[in-house]
């Protein structure tokens, strides 16, 4: 990673940024695309192997309920931490309305675009989640980055069934699947090994692609320092705090093991493409069980998105605050409740955030326009705010694991 910085720091001052976009940036996207191919055959194939080599429903009904409920105190947990920071330190005070609209002009083409998504997300009939969750296409899902959850259900439907059916009758199924498992993480192992080239190739594209916008960088430092704050407040404090009190894994080994994970999620900015290296990190060096493994970390990453939340919570005040909108007690309510409810909806993909907050923003009446003044540095909190995520995954699998033994 420090090489990729210095890569692309080097090719702004020397004026070559488009030569690393054209030569050096495609090997990061190589990388990107090899993470997305394997996360959705990990994600089915680990579901139906954890589902299906449990005892009984009831070992899945206590999995399943402790999860829900852990991930939802702590995304709740997340954005009250938002709310605190930004409304004690009030970064959005500091920025100028000259500095405003002129953000608010250069981003509007990018602002109509994410006020479409979260339209066409808004119109829908109030029980059409449901109807959504269930695929009427399997392979068309597969191809779609918002089908996450219709995989996810899929594979626990199988994997039902295999209870079902019984073992004796499921076993040629199982080996089968216990086969393929075992030929995808074999995959995982293969495109690790690319790893250190395709981080470098991206942070050295990211930070080329920054070239000439140090200023309003600058210009939104507070804001920045708000936001990562909560996050690594997430990171270093509060997860920290629940595994010494809820889990038998000790905090310095869990921070030491998670880093490598940490690290691919800060350069990929992507939930899902974390997605095959914390599923193995988790089991293989914390030692937590493959049935929670399997089940835990696909499910936190469509659900569980503290970081998310607690940057769509800092965001929409800090729009208010620029706007100079005073925040009653029920909008800031609102604020809450719609982001931990949307939260499940947030794809794991660079930028998902972004589109929820569209609607998070319109729930407590602030224009799409303001969304503008956060886009010219949302790149780095998506990046930080992903670690949040995965780290909060691995931590609710820790403390489901100790709970569940």
């Keep these: 990673m420090v090489f990729g ?5 080097i090719s702004i001052y020397a004026g070559f940024a488009d030569g690393i976009d054209r030569w050096v940036k495609p090997f990061g996207e190589i990388f990107m695309r090899l993470l997305k191919l394997i996360a959705i055959p990990l994600v089915m194939v680990s579901l139906i192997k954890g589902v299906g080599n449990l005892s009984d429903m009831a070992s899945l009904s206590r999995i399943g309920l402790r999860s829900i409920g852990i991930y939802i105190c702590t995304t709740v947990l997340a954005v009250v931490v938002g709310l605190v920071l930004v409304e004690a330190i009030g970064p959005g005070r500091m920025v100028s309305p000259e500095s405003a609209a002129a953000m608010q002009a250069g981003y509007g083409a990018t602002i109509a675009e994410r006020s479409v998504q979260a339209e066409a997300m808004a119109d829908v009939p109030p029980l059409q989640f449901l ?10 899902s597969m191809g779609n ?20 059916t019984g073992r004796e009758k499921a076993a040629p199924f199982m080996h089968w699947i216990d086969s393929l498992d075992a030929v995808i993480l074999k995959l995982i192992d293969l495109i690790m090994k690319y790893a250190p ?20 960088l600058g210009a939104l430092g507070l804001y920045v320092l708000t936001v990562a704050a909560g996050l690594l407040a997430m990171i270093f404090l509060f997860y920290p705090l629940l595994l010494h009190f809820f889990s038998d894994i000790p905090v310095r080994k869990f921070m030491k093991t998670m880093s490598p994970v940490q690290l691919l999620a800060l350069t990929t900015g992507s939930s899902a493409a974390t997605l095959p290296l ?28 503290d970081g998310s939340s607690l940057y769509q919570a800092v965001a929409a005040v800090f729009i208010a605050q620029v706007l100079g909108v005073e925040l009653t007690m029920v909008q800031l309510l609102t604020i809450v409740a719609t982001t931990i409810l949307s939260s499940i909806g947030t794809p794991g993909i660079p930028g998902g955030a972004v589109v929820i907050l569209v609607m998070v923003l319109s729930s407590v009446g602030l224009p799409a326009a303001g969304l503008a003044l956060v886009l010219g540095i949302d790149r780095p909190l998506d990046m930080l705010r992903t670690v949040v995520n995965v780290t909060g995954d691995a931590t609710v699998a820790s403390i489901v694991d100790a709970h569940t033994k």
Excluded: H, K, Y
Aim: proline share 2%; aromatic share 4%.
């Design 197 to 216: 080239i395709g981080v470098l190739a991206l942070m050295a594209g990211m930070i080329a692609d920054t070239a000439g916008n140090f200023e309003l």
């Design 278 to 305: 914390n599923m193995e990190t988790v089991e293989r060096e914390l030692g937590v069980s493959q049935r929670v493994t399997s089940f835990v970390l696909p499910m936190g990453m469509t659900i569980n998105m």
């Design 131 to 140: 109807v959504d969750l269930f695929p009427d296409n399997l392979i068309r």
């Design 5 to 9: 910085i210095l890569l692309g720091a």
């Design 145 to 164: 980055n918002g089908g996450m959850l219709q995989i996810i259900v899929v594979a626990v439907l199988i994997g039902l069934a295999v209870l079902l």
